[in-house]
């Protein structure tokens, strides 16, 4: 018995350990990196961990993430695996929304400022080591910036840019930089594109752009392929679900500048990480695009975000778009360069939705009901923060669970620092057929000691379970507070059937469009997609089946543009057909 036993042991050790050393092969937003704590909150008491206005840089086949007011910045191998960088020299203050460009074999940072700040620079970026490029750059006239700066190289002319603006009053703002003086201004500022509202729907504030508020024009980047310059910039406002990214293009770095039919170029309000706004645009070790973005939190304060990443292209007649198709489900990593926009989606389904959780304990009424609820602004509290908490999620049927993600709230915090010592993560995930006999799925535990606010786990096998079970370790916090336990994989039924009937009609407002169709049984959420061409159904609004009206209005359409919409159905199991595509003129 004793040699059965011990055998026994072994083997789930074994297990255990196995389960750890699988590489990752997928990801899900928001991404799974150690938000900080920052000196923005000390002043108000508010303590909470952010991310927001990120740049993600490949330097020399690596990846380096920089966020606003971090103390630091990400490496990555793999996009990931983030390691945090604590540099050799910051500037006079942290940096809010960063610059970051990689040229051959050197990377350059620069900061938001309306002072004279230097351009940094680094050859060892993975070791923290930073220098200054240029003294001080001239002073801009008080309140032009450079705020929310981009700095471009051209290759093919070797000559040198910077774009910048943050405000509802100054447009975005251009200046050539003089690569034989060290960077600094070659040429006069100019303004280049200002938002217009009462044209382009997308660009108004508030959610769902029904705020008359003038809006916000912030976080440029430039990207150049097939001889056009991508001028990006986010829009109306970070607050709310609606924040994207749009372009304009041009035949010069410096314009004139047009709109692009067919924005915003990066879009997601719907669903549970809402926002898409302020990032930028790179490319990946195989040639793949990417456009990141600041989705939105707001528990503890307007200005509590997250970042993400969305797969990003430019099709036959280079058009930029970035797929937020279901965004915040998992995707794959690129093992190489995709041909189809949709082939990294992992075809993992929302398992959890609105299904039954009990919890150990519950504290202040925030009951385990909203961990299921994917609303990132409701959660649950255990009444005490101590290890062996649970929250255990009932699938209602045997399911094959490939990941779980669990996105922790900062619910009266305390932390005002980001000591690693004691400001880190650790918990279990069960899965069990029955609710008696579990099985150890993931531990956090036996791998190094970090903090992951929206810890994405995937298993490193798929199980069949009905129960899923989060089991608490510890977290620095005063309370346990989780907003989504989120589990994905694929049921055992059917898909949903098609959508039919689906119209489209356009408003009074040609800024708006009403468009309907049939709902269908067996669905959890619908995708109403759109774009300028049958081919190019570019953009994405997801909706709950149980909270989705038979007809949803879309208020980001461009006056004088056409558009096509179609409408799908998902589930657990799945995806249905695309419905028919309709046009409204």
């Known amino acids: 018995m004793k040699k059965h036993a011990f055998i026994g042991f072994m083997v789930l050790l074994v297990q255990a350990v196995w389960a750890q050393k699988m590489p990752q092969t997928t990801y899900c937003n928001p991404m799974d990196i150690d938000y900080k704590y920052n000196f923005e909150q000390i002043n108000e008491r508010i303590s909470y961990r952010s991310g927001a206005d ?9 990846y380096y993430l920089f966020a606003t007011i971090s103390g630091g910045y990400w490496h990555s191998k793999n996009l990931a695996d983030w390691r945090f960088v604590t540099p050799s020299m910051w500037p006079m203050e942290d940096m809010c929304a960063p610059a970051a460009l990689s040229v051959r074999d050197t990377l350059f940072l620069f900061q938001s400022t309306f002072e004279q700040r230097p351009i940094l620079f680094s050859t060892e970026p993975e070791n923290g080591k930073l220098k200054f490029f240029n003294c001080w750059l001239p002073r801009l006239p008080k309140d032009i910036g450079p705020w929310d700066p981009a700095l471009f190289h051209d290759p093919d002319t070797d000559r040198w840019f910077m774009y910048w603006g943050s405000s509802n009053v100054y447009p975005i703002f251009g200046a050539e930089l003089d690569k034989t003086r060290n960077l600094t201004y070659k040429s006069a ?7 217009d509202q009462y044209a382009h729907g997308w660009e108004r504030f508030g959610p769902n752009h029904s705020d008359p508020i003038k809006p916000f024009i912030e976080g440029a980047w430039m990207t150049k392929h097939n001889g056009t310059y991508f ?4 829009a109306p406002g970070t607050e709310h679900n609606v924040y994207a990214n749009g372009t304009y293009v ?9 709109y692009a ?17 302020h990032g930028n645009t790179f490319q990946d070790q195989y040639g793949n695009y990417w456009n990141t973005g600041t989705p939105w939190i707001a528990i503890n304060w307007n200005m509590e975000r997250r970042i993400a990443m969305f797969p990003t292209g430019f099709d036959a007649d280079n058009q930029l778009f970035a797929n937020t198709r279901f965004g915040d489900f998992p995707h794959r990593l690129p093992t190489q360069k995709w041909q189809n926009k949709d082939e990294l989606f992992a075809g993992w389904m929302l398992l959890s939705y609105q299904k039954r959780c009990v919890a150990s304990s519950t504290k202040d009424s925030m009951n385990a009901a909203n961990v299921t609820d994917e609303n990132p602004r409701t959660f649950w509290v255990a009444a005490q923060n101590k290890a062996g908490e649970t929250l255990t999620i009932d699938l209602q049927e045997t399911s094959e669970v490939r990941a779980v993600q669990v996105n922790f709230v900062d619910y009266k915090s305390n932390i005002y620092d980001n000591d690693s010592a004691k400001v880190y993560t650790q918990f279990k995930i069960y899965c069990s057929l029955d609710g ?18 929206c810890a994405y786990v995937e298993l490193p096998k798929p199980v069949r379970a009905r129960f899923v079970r989060y089991k608490h370790v510890y977290v620095a916090a005063p309370n346990l507070a989780v907003s989504d336990f989120r589990v994905f994989g694929r049921g055992a039924g059917a898909v949903p059937t098609t959508p039919t009937n689906t119209t489209a009609v356009r408003d009074t407002d040609p800024r708006n469009a009403f468009v309907s169709w049939n709902k269908v049984p067996g669905a959890v959420g619908y995708n109403i997609l759109w774009g300028i061409k049958p081919d190019k159904l570019y953009q994405t609004y997801q909706l709950w089946h149980d909270s989705a009206p038979s007809t949803h209005q879309i208020r980001a359409l461009s006056v004088g543009q056409s558009y096509y919409f179609a409408v799908e159905a998902f589930n657990q199991n799945g995806v249905s057909a695309v419905g028919e595509v309709v046009y409204v003129k």
């Open 54 to 62: 990120p740049v993600i840089i490949n330097h020399k086949g690596e």
């Open 250 to 258: 041009a035949k010069d770095p410096l314009g004139p500048f047009s």
């Open 189 to 195: 500022y100019q303004p280049l594109i200002f938002l």
């Open 231 to 234: 001028l990006q910039y986010g």
């Open 261 to 277: 039919p067919y924005n915003p170029i990066s879009y997601k309000p719907g669903g549970f990480m809402t926002g898409a706004g």
């Open 436 to 453: 008696l006999k579990w099985e150890l799925a993931a531990d956090l535990t036996t791998e190094p000691k970090r903090d992951r606010p």
